[in-house]
């Protein structure tokens, strides 16, 4: 059974810094074949891609909103993905959420295509939020 485990959610102050780990698990899951992202969602509102990393080459799209203040980054022997988040805004919080995919997919469409699936697997997500 595949599973992927994110932690690392929590409270930051505007400007502060948290990174979420996914930790993946179950027969075949090695993440450095496979495709992987990170996605946020706010209740009420469609779930957006925020990063996304593609198994060829490592190819990392970023949505416009996170770009320049988020790193996506993956650990083949920790089997692990993990997102860091600097300069946070009041407009960061959310549930983010690890997805990874086994099949060859572009970075983008990873993150801009969830809704038509993707993404194959997903975690239970962790909760960001910021506030002072």
């Known amino acids: 059974q595949v599973q992927l485990v994110e932690s690392g959610g929590g409270l930051a102050q505007p400007g502060g810094s948290l990174t979420l780990s996914c930790v993946a698990s179950?027969?075949?899951?090695?993440?450095?074949?496979?495709?992987i992202g990170w996605f946020r969602q706010v209740q009420g509102k469609r779930r957006e891609g925020v990063s996304c990393?593609?198994?060829?080459?490592?190819?990392?799209y970023y949505a416009d909103s996170v770009k320049g203040r988020f790193i996506l980054s993956r650990d083949s022997a920790q089997n692990t993905v993990y997102l860091q988040m600097n300069l946070l805004k009041p407009e960061d919080p959310a549930v983010y959420y690890c997805?990874?995919?086994?099949?060859?997919?572009?970075?983008?469409?990873?993150?801009?295509?969830?809704?038509?699936?993707?993404?194959?697997?997903w975690g239970t997500g962790t909760l960001v939020n910021v506030s002072s």
């Open positions: 997805a990874a995919v086994p099949v060859f997919r572009t970075a983008q469409v990873m993150c801009t295509a969830e809704a038509y699936g993707s993404m194959d697997y």
């Open positions: 179950g027969a075949g899951l090695t993440l450095p074949y496979y495709g």
């Open positions: 990393m593609d198994r060829r080459d490592n190819s990392t």
